[in-house]
Nanobody
Framework: QVQVVESGGGLVQVGGSLRLACTAS????????IGWFRQRPGQERQPVSC????????LYTDSVKGRFTISRDNAQNTVYLQMGSLNSDDSGTYFC?????????????????????WGQGTQVTVSS
């Protein structure tokens, strides 16, 4: 069965950095685009970034451009989200998700309807 697990969340001060990791098993990891989503309390889950199956293309929501970097290591079945210059708006639960279709890509950051398998999330709290 497919399993997706996020890690790396925690408490960080404003201006600090944090790196999240997502591992997936039970599928051909290198065949799928991966997305990171964020959910704040009382709000719907929103896309933050995504990376294509081979790692050559990335997309980011405007609020994190220049501060976050998504990358992947398919040999380790892992996708990373390096987060820097953190502010309170970056707080929330971060979810990793696997795209529904093999080798699929988009021209704009996709919403969660494009993803099939999800992790349980990792909490990020940025102190103000």
């Amino acid at each position: 069965q497919v399993q997706v697990v996020e890690s790396g969340g925690g408490l960080v001060q404003v201006g600090g950095s944090l790196r999240l990791a997502c591992t997936a098993s039970g599928l051909k990891f290198g065949d799928y685009a991966i997305g990171w989503f964020r959910q704040r309390p009382g709000q719907e889950r929103q896309p933050v970034s995504c990376i294509n199956s081979r790692g050559g293309y990335t997309l980011y929501t405007d609020s994190v451009k220049g501060r976050f970097t998504i990358s992947r290591d398919n040999a380790q079945n892992t996708v990373y989200l390096q987060m820097g210059s953190l502010n309170s708006d970056d707080s929330g639960t971060y979810f990793c998700a696997v795209a529904s279709r093999r080798s699929h890509w988009w021209t704009v950051l996709p919403d969660d309807s494009q993803f099939r398998y999800w992790g349980q999330g990792t909490q990020v709290t940025v102190s103000s």
